[in-house]
């Protein structure tokens, strides 16, 4: 199938031969995630990677995990079909060890340590910045692995518009409008969005449903404030009966459960303030609100009984709240120096109740400082520490450092970094019974990555090359048990993670962007020999834009990954091969108050593969959206 894929491409390539190309001028993009102030990217030590509002427009993805799906070092892990919980890793890191952010709030869950990014819808986002790599000076605990930033887009000039609405196979629907725009000092932007699904089997239905906001007033001396809100309701089916008479790993084809059901309902509120009142000092506060509500209810079945002789049904309700606070302060001398201090506090709460009911809470209080120097245009600089005190766990202290030359003349840039991580058990991992130990140890690790970028071809063609490694102690891992809820968490003890990263980038002709990029990790828990669970050790990613024509956009991307460890018990899960294609089509432009009316479609696992990036969750097979956008 891999050959069907690469000839579909060539005849792509060779239909486009015809048109000239010509040197294409690219903006380095301006991330703050890596930083907390705004840097050019190539004065990143970092590996940093951006999805920005363009790559969400053109490539139509319907949801937060498949805008992510892309980026290096990142692997998405979807439990079935549309709107079933999705997780990532970044770098063989696990999603507790990684930070989600929306505009600087985390949406982790309290309990699980994770955020599910099927609860995140993709509307009013204008990038997504994704930090590979420690970042626990800036952003403290559960950032081993590294950050990802949804920032919202706010208003702009004149009052906007965009209406969309797409259709597509099992029985999928969605249908989306934003608004946004400026007047005087104040901007404004709103989204709403509805998304269902029916899936592929009975119960395995979704429906997602959103509203988001931000507000911004421009204030004298370089000032500003930003309200922000995002609200999702996320309802499915979940048809993979976990418990049968069949106990054990789950069957490749599973076994069906006709009533378990789950809704979770997220709401994201932040509210920032910042002024810059001289040149050489700037000064911000964040605070930020995340609380989630997950419901499971799974009625008896009588069709299957429960093989343990307890009841095999465990309806709960799972409430968390996180509120946090942060000052910023940023003291620049000239253009070679800026130096920054914050505070952070946090309080998190966790309620589960349950046939196994629990609560808990925990604060942390955190400082940090960072250091940034800049040389003569070519040689970027930062150091950073912080110290932070958990309620639980007492006090830790991460250092992360990092530099960046760049030769202009070659194109060439040189890049490397390394950094301590700590990561506090969950409320789960400590409190939930039968899984739970109170004696856990948090875990530590150390990274450190090296990397250089080369532009050729005049800037068209662009190149990077990373390697990193990451060592760990105390990783927590499952551990099967024989009794409820069969595993528990352990510490594993010593682990690591290595490999490397390579990316190509080229704009081919004036009209053709090619992008690869290539993933090899190699992991491996010590004390077991054994890799990390599903964490693939090969992962490509190569996507073709091509515009034949001014109004028509035609994209293919292809993702492949292999084979996976899924358990001990379960063994390897195989990898696959997945095609995605799709374009969009410019049907009107500026009549009357339509400014553009568009036709998209997306095509996702073109050649029809079966395969589960969960074990035991399979995911869908060739399934497509077209869909009408109009922009007024």
């Keep these: 199938m891999v050959r069907i894929v690469w000839v579909l491409l060539l005849v792509l390539l060779t239909g486009a031969g015809g048109v000239a190309a010509q040197e294409t001028k690219r903006l380095e993009p301006v991330v703050v995630t890596a930083t907390k102030t705004e840097t050019p990217a190539a004065e990143l030590g970092a590996s940093v990677s951006v999805v920005g509002e363009d790559d969400l427009r053109t490539y139509h993805y319907a949801t937060v995990d498949e805008a992510l799906r892309h980026v290096p070092g990142v692997e998405i892990r979807r439990s079935g079909s549309l709107g079933k919980t999705s997780s990532l890793t970044i770098r063989g890191a696990n999603a507790n060890q990684i930070q989600v952010l929306v505009d600087g709030v985390r949406v982790k869950g309290t309990t699980t340590g994770q955020a599910d990014l099927s609860d995140l819808s993709p509307d009013l986002i204008e990038r997504i910045e994704v930090i590979r790599g420690p970042q626990s000076t800036l952003y403290g605990a559960d950032a081993i692995g590294g950050v990802i930033n949804i920032i919202t887009k706010k208003g702009r000039g004149p009052f906007a518009a965009r209406v969309e609405q797409e259709a597509g196979s099992y029985d999928t629907h969605a249908s989306r409008a934003t608004l946004g725009g400026s007047w005087r000092l104040l901007d404004y932007s709103l989204s709403g969005s509805h998304l269902e699904s029916n899936g592929q089997f009975r119960n395995d239905d979704s429906t997602q449903e959103a509203v988001n906001g931000r507000l911004g007033l421009a204030l004298p001396w370089d000032s500003r404030v930003d309200v922000t809100a995002r609200w999702n309701r996320t309802e499915t089916g979940l048809p993979v009966k976990f418990l049968s008479t069949n106990f054990g790993p789950l069957p490749i084809v599973p076994v069906i459960d006709v009533n378990n059901r789950q809704s979770s309902d997220t709401s994201v509120l932040g509210l920032s303030a910042r002024t810059r009142p001289v040149r050489w000092w700037e000064s911000q506060v964040r605070l930020g609100r995340y609380e989630n509500v997950l419901r499971f209810t799974d009625l008896p079945d009588p069709a299957d009984g429960c093989p343990f002789g307890a009841p095999c049904e465990f309806p709960s309700r799972i409430s968390v709240e996180r509120r946090e606070a942060e000052w910023l302060n940023h003291v620049h001398l000239g253009t070679w120096s800026t130096s920054s201090l914050g505070l952070e506090y946090r309080h998190e709460e966790g309620d589960n109740r349950s046939s196994t009911p629990f609560a808990s809470r925990s604060w942390t209080r955190a400082a940090f400082f960072q250091q940034q120097l800049r040389f003569f245009d070519r040689l970027f600089m930062s150091a950073g520490v912080r110290v932070e005190d958990n309620s639980i766990f007492g006090t830790s202290t991460t250092e992360r450092g990092s530099l960046a030359y760049v030769v202009k003349a070659w194109g060439t840039r040189l890049r490397g970094g390394a950094g301590s991580g700590f990561r506090a058990p969950t409320f789960n991992e ?188 399979p995911a869908l097979g060739i399934h497509g959206l077209v869909g009408l956008r109009a922009t007024f």
Aim: charged residues 25%.
């Design 430 to 617: 400590q409190f939930f019974p039968g899984f739970s130990d109170p004696t856990l140890k948090p875990e530590e690790s150390f990274s450190y990555e090296l990397g250089v970028d080369q532009k050729l071809w005049e800037g068209r063609l662009r190149l990077g090359l990373t390697y990193f490694q990451t060592n760990y102690d105390n990783l927590i891992a499952l551990l099967s048990t024989p009794t409820f809820p069969f595993v528990r968490g352990v510490n594993a003890g010593r682990s690591r993670a290595a490999g490397i990263e390579f990316i190509a980038e080229a704009d081919l002709l004036d009209t053709l962007v090619a992008s690869l990029n290539y993933t090899y990790t190699d992991t491996e828990t010590l004390a077991t020999d054994r890799p990390f669970p599903r964490e693939p050790r090969h992962r490509w990613n190569l996507t073709l834009t091509w515009e034949p024509v001014k109004k028509l956009s035609l994209f293919t991307q292809l993702h492949v990954v292999t084979r996976q460890l899924e358990s001990a018990a379960a063994g390897y899960n195989r990898g696959h091969t997945r095609v995605d294609v799709g374009g969009s089509w410019r049907l009107l432009e500026r009549w009357t108050h339509v400014q553009a009316l568009d036709l998209t479609a997306r095509i996702q696992n073109l050649l029809d593969e079966g395969y589960a990036e969960v074990r035991g969750f």
